[in-house]
Every structure is written in structure tokens, then in C-alpha cells.
């Protein structure tokens, strides 16, 4: 069992920059590939971001690329999302997640975090 955490979500403008952190509890973190996902009001909820157990390998949903970051510190069992160059359209509950591995299913989550981007 992992328990995941969120913070770091708030109101920003556009153009501007958060970074979420995920801590992690429970079984041992650096086993579990991690993921960011998101949901918009009204829509479901959509990939965001993925990076492996080790942090070698990193994914990224089109509409962020080159634009947000994923990492993780195993010594601090803690995944991060840094955002930068915020749009309105970010605008999103976000959610971290671990999993087994980046192709399986993720089954732990946290509760979410709430990011509002203004115009």
C-alpha cells in the first residue's frame, strides 16, 4: 500500500509557474514508476506526466511538452511536477499516482490538488 500527498497548487496568472510535490508513504517508493494526471471541470481525467522507479525514463502528454517537468527524489519520497508558462486551460484538480511500472495500470492515488491558472 502507498499513500500519495499532494501540495503546492494555488492561483496563479497566466505565463506563470507552480511546482507540485507528491509525498509518498507506505511501501517502498523507489519501486513505483509515478505519474501526474489531471481533471478540468467537467471533463475526465487525462495523463499528464510519467517518470520511472529510477527516473530514467519520462513521458509527457503532448499539451505539456516542453512546458512542465516531471522528477522525483527517492531519498525523499517525493515526486514533482514543475509547471511553467501556465494557460488557462491548465486549469485542473491534479493528482499524483504510483504504479508498478509506466505501461500498467496505476493504482495508487492521492486525493488531488487544485491548480487555477487566470487570464
Known amino acids: 500500500q502507498v499513500q500519495l500527498v499532494e501540495s503546492g497548487g494555488g492561483l496563479v496568472q497566466a505565463g506563470g509557474s507552480l511546482r507540485l510535490s507528491c509525498a509518498a508513504s507506505?511501501?517502498?517508493?523507489?519501486?513505483?514508476?509515478m505519474g501526474w494526471f489531471r481533471q478540468a471541470p467537467g471533463k475526465e481525467r487525462e495523463f499528464v506526466a510519467g517518470i520511472s522507479w529510477s527516473g530514467d525514463s519520462r513521458v509527457y502528454a503532448d499539451s505539456v511538452k516542453g512546458r512542465f517537468a516531471i522528477s522525483r527524489d527517492n531519498a525523499k519520497d517525493t515526486v514533482y511536477l514543475q509547471m511553467n508558462s501556465l494557460k488557462p486551460k491548465d486549469t485542473a484538480i491534479y493528482y499524483c499516482?504510483?504504479?508498478?511500472?509506466?505501461?500498467?495500470?496505476?493504482?495508487?492515488w492521492g486525493q488531488g490538488t487544485k491548480v487555477t491558472v487566470s487570464s
Open positions: 507506505g511501501r517502498t517508493f523507489s519501486t513505483y514508476a
Open positions: 499516482a504510483a504504479s508498478r511500472s509506466l505501461d500498467q495500470a496505476f493504482d495508487y
